[in-house]
């Protein structure tokens, strides 16, 4: 298993800012991936932490809207940059290892945006 | 795009057996079929998963055809506990990204 622990749990921003939400892991694994949860709907994957290398993104998401650091196998950021009210969402980190087939999710940040 | 198909919601009395169809008629021989359900204000949690032969845990039975072009999850005695939105999904490992669909929106009913 994972203990996956997401941090802030919540906040309430201002337009314009950027905000950078944190995935800290129990134990070493191998992917990290980020999700967007908008209100009501279902969750929208936005990138892939690689670790040691630059993200790999969905389409319609780009690094400069949501740059994401992995540092290292149990750690990574995602930064919601100049937040717009449309950025009011939950997002969640989740990971997985190579040869298991459960993928473990964080708890999410729920970010409103004013 | 999603690669599975479920009913929008359901509902299911408590102590009955709840069962979730999902179609994913174009999945690959190599492909697994999961499911996830997510309660209200968590992140999404791990059912049970299967490549072609039935499959059960503590948590649930899953059920995938002989042709793998659908399959039925089972909670063999729904508690209100069970509200919860689950998702079928098809992929290649865990490991990999895995695409959400809508989903079911599964409510129990005392």
Redesign the interface.
């Known amino acids: 298993s994972a203990v996956?622990s997401q941090k802030p749990s919540r906040d309430i921003c201002q337009r314009g800012t950027s905000l950078t939400i944190q995935c800290q892991v129990d134990s070493q694994v191998?992917?990290m991936?980020w999700?967007r949860q908008q209100p009501g709907q279902?969750?929208?994957?936005i990138a892939?932490a690689n670790q040691g290398s630059e993200a790999t993104y969905e389409s319609g998401f780009v690094i400069d809207k949501f740059p994401i650091s992995r540092p290292n196998l149990t750690f990574s950021t995602l930064t919601v940059s100049n937040m717009s009210p449309e950025d009011s969402s939950i997002y969640?980190c989740?990971v997985?290892?190579?040869?298991?087939?459960?993928?473990?999710?964080?708890?999410?940040t729920r970010l409103s945006v004013l | 795009d999603a690669k599975t198909t479920q009913p929008t919601s359901m509902d299911c009395a408590e102590g009955r057996a709840a069962n979730l169809p999902c179609n994913h008629s174009t999945i690959s021989g190599n492909e697994y079929v999961y499911w996830y359900r997510q309660i209200h204000s968590q992140g999404p949690q791990y059912i049970i998963h299967g490549l072609k032969n039935n499959e059960t845990n503590e948590m649930a039975s899953l059920i995938i055809t002989e042709d793998r072009k659908s399959s039925t999850l089972i909670l063999p005695h729904a508690t209100l506990r069970d509200t919860a939105v689950y998702y079928c999904i098809v992929g290649y490992s865990s490991a990999s990204k895995i695409i959400f669909g809508s989903g079911t929106r599964l409510s129990i009913r005392p």
């Open positions: 996956i191998t992917m991936f999700y279902s969750l929208t994957l892939t969640l989740s997985g290892r190579t040869g298991e087939n459960i993928q473990y999710f964080g708890a999410g």
